[in-house]
């Protein structure tokens, strides 16, 4: 249970659910809902909150809106202000003009789209897609996202008016194919997961001015994944399959 002290209200905060995404570290998650089209979650809802009857109604709509909580960072506390990567890792700007996981409360909001209720060995669970949530995420509500309201035409959007273009170029070593050949066999959907991935590239701000050759990892729903930067792409070298 998630409490929350306010100088005139206490408030408790239970999580309906925990998020089961492809996203197994904090690097490389897309920074914001939507970038990733191929990643693809469940939302696995506690016991009491299990109800269909909760969700009747919810395949009208295409769209969802997901709170949760920024579970790994909460117990850091919050900062008035903040770094957004989007500027490059520098400039500063006040955490209630972007999207800090470093907050007061810790809660964040993203859009998702809903791919519908399922259940499975006796458990209910939401499936949805294009989220930017780690894996184990707890999910604290569920709202729909309603098109005349959610989107406002000509709403300015500060210094992210405009979605962020992919700038890295992704290949395979040839000598990987086989082995992706097997993940994508293992898990369908992979090949084209690991490059929207590193097509938005997640390397840190201050490596994106280094010219030297750069090596990374991140853990990509069933698989260790290894990759090569340099010149301005990106080029997959191991795909490993762990036992998660």
């Keep these: 249970m998630l409490q929350i002290m306010t100088p005139n209200l206490a408030m408790q905060l239970t ?11 904090k ?5 914001q809902p939507g970038l990733v089209k191929e990643a693809v979650g469940e939302i696995h809802l506690h016991a009491d909150f299990a109800d269909p009857n909760a969700f ?5 709509f295409s769209h969802l809106w997901l709170l949760f909580q ?24 006040g955490v209630f003009a972007t999207r800090s996981t470093h907050r007061p409360n ?12 399922a259940q499975k060995q006796g458990k209910t669970f939401l499936k949805v897609r294009g989220m930017d949530l780690m894996n184990g995420t707890p999910i604290l509500d569920i709202k729909p996202y309603l098109p005349y309201a959610d989107a406002i035409p000509g709403a300015s959007g500060g210094f992210a008016n405009q979605a962020p273009e992919p700038d890295m170029q992704v290949q395979y070593a040839a000598e990987v194919i086989p082995n992706l050949l097997q993940a994508e066999q293992r898990q369908p959907g992979i090949t084209d997961l690991i ?3 590193l097509a938005q590239d997640p390397r840190p701000a201050y490596k994106k001015k280094q010219q030297d050759i750069q090596e990374f990892g991140m853990h990509l729903g069933e698989f260790n994944i290894r990759w090569q ?4 792409q990106s080029l997959v070298t191991q795909i490993i399959a762990t036992n998660s």
């Design 27 to 31: 690097f490389a998650i897309p920074r």
């Design 229 to 232: 930067v340099k010149s301005g």
């Design 56 to 60: 009747r109604g919810i395949e009208e």
């Design 70 to 93: 920024f579970h790994q960072t909460v117990h850091r506390g919050w900062s008035p202000l903040v770094r957004p990567p989007r500027l490059g890792g520098n400039a500063k700007l």
């Design 106 to 117: 810790g809660i964040g909001l993203s859009v998702v789209e809903n791919l519908g209720l």
């Design 15 to 25: 999580p309906i659910g925990i998020i089961h995404t492809p996203y197994k570290e």
């Design 195 to 197: 490059k929207q991935v």
